[in-house]
């Protein structure tokens, strides 16, 4: 037994470190959105942000969007062209995937420094993407409705998550402790 865990040491340490951060955040990310009341369909400040993001990026590009509080449930409803098209809701917010993203990062350690910077930037980028996903998304909606679930479905999940995994290779091949190693 004692052989096995030396010999996948690495593997144990990287899924140790991966599991700890991911449950640990998401432990923090489900205590943040306890203290918002879903009964009265509050939306969290995080997602409220989102969608006011993606509206401002859309009005940005000339599009009549807007913003409005949805009374069914907790999220806000995005507005294109007068017609209601899209609801933003907390799991378009892309926080559980920043999470997945930095406990990747954190399982396959670097320096502190080029760690903290790359998940402070990555976390931004994969941000900045997913609103403009979403404005892509409400374009998409109005336009070609028919498409839903391709455009809801599968291309916009493929992209985040190709860029998530695309992040993951640039720090596990230029920036982690793993960097430049060969086996």
């Not at 037994?1 to 470190?17: A, E, Q, S, V």
């Not at 670097?110 to 998940?119: A, D, E, S």
């Not at 609103?131 to 391709?150: D, K, S, T, V």
């Amino acid at each position: 037994m004692k052989n096995y865990l030396i010999k996948y040491k690495p593997f144990l340490l990287f899924l140790g470190k991966f599991l700890l951060t991911y449950f640990l955040l998401t432990f923090c990310y489900q205590m943040y959105l306890a203290s918002f009341n879903a009964e009265a369909y509050e939306a969290d400040i995080f997602t409220q942000h989102v969608a006011w993001q993606t509206e401002r990026l859309l009005q940005l590009f000339n599009a009549d969007a807007y913003i409005l509080p949805n009374p069914h449930e907790a999220g806000l409803k995005l507005i294109y062209n007068g017609k209601y098209i899209a609801r933003i809701i907390e799991g378009c917010n892309a926080l559980s995937v920043i999470i997945l993203f930095i406990a990747f990062v954190v399982a396959f350690t670097g320096k502190l420094r080029p760690t903290v910077l790359f998940i402070v930037f990555g976390s931004i980028l994969i941000h900045i993407l997913n609103i403009g996903r979403i404005a892509l998304l409400g374009y998409g909606l109005y336009h070609f409705p028919e498409q839903e679930h391709l455009m809801h479905s599968v291309l916009f999940p493929l992209f985040i998550y190709g860029v998530v995994f695309l992040l993951w290779i640039i720090w596990v091949n230029k920036f982690s402790s793993y960097a430049g190693k060969t086996v």
